[in-house]
């Protein structure tokens, strides 16, 4: 009798246990819906949706199907992507094979790494002459537009974290107002971009009497146009040495893509990276700061009592210790010029000739001055995948170089 | 004698070049450090200052304004002919609209993530996380057509989303990183406090509204700043989804001012300051938690 009424009650108990969980389980349900609607409509959904559009002919209303070939509109014609992609392919094997063959030391591994050697040059040859065959046929305006995201990306990541270190390193000795300093560093990360966007163009004018022609003529540079200037600046260091870059190439028949290349990054598109750096150094110095007050003091000081001078410590304690915000900060870079759109948008000049347009600003332009929302959206989802594949190399790199603590 | 003398006098040159090295080199440092903040300050010095001149006076490239107090009418020039006006009270609404609305939504969903036990949380909350990842450029057109269909949808209803407060605030309701942000914080409250609070009978809601938001003024804090900026910084959507003045936030204002217009730079310069004066003071009165939210958004990443 007493057995079974413990059986009942445990029973009741397990009963009422159960039905808390299932109450419990619907209020964390009902607590995320609102979350998980806004986010399906206006997260996940677009897309998916965006692919649709992407497959469509779709100039402000929706048109015929057209397959991918609003993608080899962009990318050129699929023979030539199809080249490139087993030349990426024969690359990436290629790099497999040696690394799996490094601690081999038999007569047949260095046949394999010949054989590596070989599958490399074939894959080097086949991507590039692809990629040439494909800018070719395909948007040169688009792949223009990457190639400018590319220089911007690669000219602001080193500068601006190293100055950002670098502020961030001093700001942590012991100084007189600190907080001060920190304050104004801050500052223009904090201010509307139009505005300061807007400031900066005025900044960078073309008129002799402009902050920026003043500073260079203070060392003896002649006037520059900056935001009018669509002339790479190795263009512009060769002019000045009374070389012109674009009549040699022309003699040299390398081709207009190449030359823009080679050209290096616009005067205009330097002006926005000087702008870029303006406003992020002191956001970057604040988030360094924040991870050299995570590095536990003792750790110092048993470099000190090992006898390591400044720079080795900064080289062999600091600087690992600090690689995850290191990877933060380069992955927020990277990611923010390939949306950068705002502030490219008020500081481009028609006289910049699109040196300055990014991918962003080059689909949006695609999709708003343009109406083509189905081409547009085509080059949005390439965008996509190349996000994707970077920040899967950067996550692989990580791996190998990121040490958390 | 000498031999006395000896060991001393290394000694003494050793401390004097410390002495002079350390001087050096903290010479060097506020050098830097000072010469990093010229550079960040030139451009709001040269904004205020060019925003004053009058048109002789800039062109005539002066940098100081010989009367200040008369240069006060560029911002009554600029704030007439720029519209300011209706765009700063529409800045205002869209703003305080997002942000009831992403509290709202953000802290029930923060509270659950942190909270509450349900099946798949931490599933949904990696697919939430995700969504970060995706740039705002891949989802602008499908977003805009999505809008559109909604508006076409809710206007017969009377709550027309094109050219409207809808398509300016909802979309910006969910933000992941607020809800990132407060469910750190929300799992932090001791577990004990909702032992307590469920002998007393309370439930989720009570307990959140009257224990875990008031211990997290902080949190609640940094996101409404950040939400504050956003919205006050959004340029391309608003752009995209607004054809008329009538919605139109401060930033494109001062965007298709400075576009379309072409006005003076004296003008244009006093635009800036109107535009971003709100921010920038908001910055001054609360940048101690300002920094603080900065740096725990990087540490976490």
């Not at chain 2, 990093?36 to 925003?51: H, K, Q, R």
Request: proline share 5%; net charge positive.
């Amino acid at each position: 009798m007493a057995q079974q009424s413990a059986a009942y009650g445990q029973r009741g108990r397990m009963s009422g246990a159960r039905k808390r969980a299932i109450t419990e389980a619907i209020t964390g349900y009902l607590f995320i819906a609102p979350a998980s609607i806004l986010l399906t409509v206006f997260g996940l959904f677009p897309l998916i949706y965006a692919v649709y559009i992407s497959l469509h002919r779709w100039r402000i209303k929706k048109g015929p199907f057209l397959g991918l070939k609003n993608y080899t509109k962009a990318l050129g014609d699929p023979m030539d992507i199809l080249w490139f992609a087993i030349g990426i392919g024969l690359l990436i094997g290629s790099w497999y094979l040696w690394k799996s063959m490094t601690k081999e030391r038999r007569t047949w591994a260095m046949a394999a790494k010949l054989l590596a050697v070989i599958v490399f040059i074939a894959g080097a040859w086949g991507a590039f002459t692809g990629m040439g065959k494909m800018i070719e046929s395909g948007d040169q305006k688009m792949f223009e537009a990457f190639v400018v995201t590319v220089f911007y990306a690669v000219g602001i990541v080193p500068m601006q974290l190293g100055l950002a270190l670098l502020l961030a390193v001093m700001l942590y000795q012991k100084i007189k107002g600190k907080d001060w300093y920190r304050m104004v560093y801050f500052m223009p990360y904090v201010t509307i971009t139009v505005a300061s966007a807007g400031v900066f163009r005025a900044i960078f004018s073309r008129r002799p009497e402009s902050i920026a022609n003043q500073i260079i003529g203070l060392i003896g540079i002649e006037p520059q146009k900056w935001l009018q200037e669509p002339h790479g600046i190795w263009e512009l260091v060769f002019g000045h040495f009374g070389v012109n870059l674009q009549e040699v190439f022309k003699s040299m028949g390398v081709d207009s893509f190449v030359a823009f290349i080679l050209a290096g990054p616009s005067l205009a598109l330097l002006s926005i990276m000087l702008y870029n750096l303006w406003v992020f150094v002191g956001y970057n110095s604040v988030i360094f700061l924040a991870g050299l007050g995570a590095i536990p003091s003792d750790l110092y000081e048993a470099a000190e009592i090992d006898g390591a001078n400044r720079w080795h410590i900064f080289r062999h304690v600091t600087l690992p210790l600090l690689s995850p915000t290191i990877y933060f900060l380069t992955i927020i870079t990277v990611m923010g010029v390939f949306k950068a759109i705002n502030h490219v948008l008020v500081m481009r000049e028609p006289a910049a000739q699109g040196t300055v347009d990014t991918a962003s600003l080059y689909i949006f332009d695609q999709f708003y001055l343009s109406t083509r929302f189905g081409y547009a959206s085509a080059i949005a989802m390439v965008l996509f995948l190349v996000i994707l594949t970077l920040t899967f190399i950067q996550n692989r790199i990580a791996q190998r170089r990121v040490f958390y603590g | 004698m000498a031999n006395q003398m000896l060991p001393a006098q290394p000694v003494e040159k050793q401390q004097v070049s410390f002495w002079y090295r350390y001087k050096i080199g903290r010479i060097l440092l506020y050098t830097i450090l000072t010469f990093g903040a010229i550079v960040a300050l030139t451009p709001f010095v040269y904004m205020v200052l060019g925003s004053l001149l009058t048109r002789g006076e800039m062109l005539n490239r002066k940098i100081w304004p010989r009367d200040p107090i008369a240069g006060l009418n560029n911002y009554v020039q600029a704030w007439n002919e720029a519209n300011f006006n209706e765009y700063f009270v529409n800045s205002i609404q869209i703003t305080t609209i997002t942000i009831i609305g992403m509290l709202i939504v953000c802290v029930l969903a923060a509270y659950a993530f942190s909270r509450i036990k349900f099946p798949g949380r931490e599933a949904i909350f990696g697919i939430f996380l995700a969504t970060m990842m995706i740039p705002e450029t891949i989802l602008l057109i499908p977003n805009f057509l999505i809008v559109n269909q909604l508006n076409k949808w809710m206007a017969p209803l009377g709550l027309p989303w094109l050219n409207n407060w809808p398509s300016l605030t909802i979309p910006f309701m969910a933000s992941v990183f607020a809800i990132f942000l407060m469910r750190q914080f929300f799992a932090q409250i001791p577990e004990e406090l909702w032992d307590a609070a469920r002998i007393d009978g309370a439930g989720h809601v009570r307990f959140m509204v009257q224990v875990v938001l008031p211990l997290s003024k902080a949190v609640l804090f940094t996101v409404i700043i950040f939400q504050f900026i956003g919205s006050w910084n959004a340029l391309v959507w608003p752009l995209v989804v607004t054809s008329k003045p009538d919605w139109r936030p401060i930033a494109v204002g001062l965007y298709s001012f400075i576009s379309e217009a072409g006005p003076e730079l004296q003008l244009m310069l006093a635009g800036a300051v109107i535009t971003t004066a709100p921010v920038l003071l908001l910055y001054f009165f609360t940048q101690k938690q300002f920094t603080e939210g900065i740096a725990t958004t990087g540490l976490k990443g």
